[in-house]
């Protein structure tokens, strides 16, 4: 659930260039010109952050504290050169480009495991450690950009609606009790998967792993403003249907569990993205089954969080 004053943050671009802001229902706050024009003393990791959503990110809690601060003393409403139109500016997904691989975790709720284990012939009992995978960095993109259909590789290509986790320190053998404290925010994504290429290849790299597969945003929204991250309602509609439902309680492995788990022996750092897993109602599990096709059209949506949308084309150049 949201708190009221809860802060979007975007990575946006207008003509000028890319930078960070703070999303608004009809417009993007620039946040370089607020720092600016601010009455405290402008350092330049400041301005440096303002440009660039990883380098906020490591800027830790100071820089929050600074963006909620500049975002209180607005005058409602907020106007002035750093208030632009939504419709002037493309939201990005939030980190553009990440560092590193998304470590991504499979059959992490209960029904998810148990409508694959139907097509399957798995085990309907939840795995007893977590399955993680990875998603290289050339597969994200932002909202409303588009989703290759890929034709020539794939005939079931799929959607799963998953709740983002973008990590705010570095840290190693995380204890389960202190992980949260790791979290820098929550964002959305859809991990597009090619169902035929995880088969063929024998393990989900591959069909995880195609360019343009791997929406991300519009927003991280901060730790600090999300109640329970852990009670969130997630939908994913397609063309306007629901096909997806469920709430984040309905992990198998929680975020703390994930954290604590993947961190053991292998240091996370800021600006590291976990997307936690999908829940039931994808499409390859559906009688009969349903695959993307060009011209849907896909909204993922996490409550507190944001929305998610994304429409499939049959063919986009993503070079």
């Not at 450690?129 to 409303?144: L, N, S, Y």
């Not at 852990?230 to 306007?240: E, F, K, P, V």
């Amino acid at each position: 659930m949201e708190m009221a004053a809860a802060v979007k943050l975007v990575t946006f671009r207008d003509v000028i260039a890319s930078r960070v802001g703070v999303l608004q229902e009809k417009s993007v706050l620039d946040l370089k010109p607020l720092l600016e024009t601010s009455q405290r003393e402008i350092s330049a990791a400041s301005l440096q952050w303002a440009d660039n959503m990883l380098a906020l990110i490591e800027a830790g809690p100071e820089a929050l504290r600074t963006v909620h601060q500049i975002i209180e003393r607005l005058p409602p409403p907020a106007i002035g050169n750093w208030c632009l139109p939504i419709e002037s500016v493309s939201l990005l997904a939030p980190i553009p480009r990440p560092r590193k691989n998304i470590f991504g975790v499979g059959l992490n709720y209960r029904e998810h495991v148990r409508e694959g284990a139907a097509i399957r012939g798995r085990s309907p009992e939840p795995p007893a450690h977590p399955t993680f995978f990875t998603r290289p960095p050339t597969a994200v993109i932002g909202p409303d950009a588009p989703i290759p259909l890929y034709e020539k590789l794939t005939r079931e290509l799929d959607y799963e609606l998953e709740l983002g986790v973008i990590i705010g320190r570095k840290g190693i053998d995380i204890p389960e009790d202190r992980a949260m404290s790791y979290v820098f925010g929550y964002t959305v994504i859809n991990d597009v998967s090619a169902r035929d290429l995880q088969r063929r290849h024998g393990q989900w790299f591959k069909g995880k792993s195609l360019d343009a597969t791997c929406p991300i945003g519009p927003c991280i929204v901060p730790a600090e403003d999300i109640r329970d991250a852990q009670d969130l309602d997630l939908t994913l509609r397609l063309n306007g249907q629901v096909m997806q439902s469920s709430n984040t309680r309905c992990m198998v492995f929680t975020i703390a569990a994930l954290i604590s788990i993947l961190s053991q022996g292998m240091t996370l750092e800021p600006g590291d993205i976990i997307a936690t897993g999908t829940p039931g109602g994808v499409g390859f599990a559906r009688q009969p089954p349903v695959f993307l096709k060009d011209g849907d059209s896909i909204e993922a949506e996490i409550a507190g969080v944001g929305t998610l949308r994304n429409r499939v084309v049959a063919s986009v150049s993503t070079g």
